[in-house]
């Protein structure tokens, strides 16, 4: 339905579907399905696989740190396996040599993957990968053999959490230093909980903005300090927060998590309203998918 509508009303040139992060298995219930449904519309590229390279260096064995429980590993493995490239982001957090041993161990678990170090924040690379995706297409091949069971296990062992904030103050303070507040207050809440970040994104909205400015603010891992990815220039008086939170606890460690920390960060600032207007916490159910695909020919 959505493909149709894409079609009918929109007529994109390209649009791009990033999934929830410990999703897997995408080739045989996403990409095969919608080529053999409409592959006369739709040209389907490589699928990418992103890779923190610290946390890959851990998963793979090659560094040692915290890192996550084997079910939600599966998963991890399996997104790489899968992959037609596996994209090593933040190539610059690492030296010539421990981003050689990195590309040395993802080969030797998955010979003849494709891998390309890129750097988002210093641009290395990029030109590359997009050109790799917009130019050619996805190679048919067998699906990956997955256990089913082993995947739900893992999704349940990762809590989600959603939620929407209200900012307001009558007189203008920094969304930047609230945000970085509310992230170390939360990383502080969900290390002594012992639960491993998979992310934590905030994304702050002002109301007065005209042109769509916004602040972020990012968390990838448990040892990762919190960094502002998008700030703002200038103070303001309210807007709205929108926090995403995923981590390997109880959804109500999260929700804790959350509170605890928009506690902490209003003390910061004295006049400053906070509300939270809708939030949602809770472990995914077993993936059913709707339609799966082991081969796709041509």
Known sequence: EATKKLETHNRPDVFIAEPVGSCTDLAATVTYPLRRLYGNNFTVAPISALVDPVRAARVFGI?????????????????????????INKCDLLDAQRLKSLRQAITARFPGKEILAVSAREGTNLDAWFARITNTEQVARAAMNIDYETYAEGEALLGWLNCTVELGAKQPFSADDFLKKLAIAIHRFLE????????????????????????????????????????????????QLIINLRAEAAPDILEAAVKNGLSEAAAGFPGLNVTLEHTEHFRPGKPQPTLRLEMLNG
């Open 63 to 87: 560094e040692h740190g915290r890192n996550f429980s084997d079910k939600v590993q599966y998963i991890y493995l399996k997104q790489i396996e899968e992959a037609d490239l596996v994209v």
């Open 192 to 239: 002594a909980h012992n639960a491993e970040i998979a992310h934590a994104k905030m994304t702050f909205s002002p109301a007065e903005s005209v042109t769509g400015e916004i602040a972020a603010i990012n968390l990838v891992r448990n040892d990762f300090v919190p960094e502002l990815s998008y700030h703002l220039e200038e103070p303001v008086t309210s807007g």
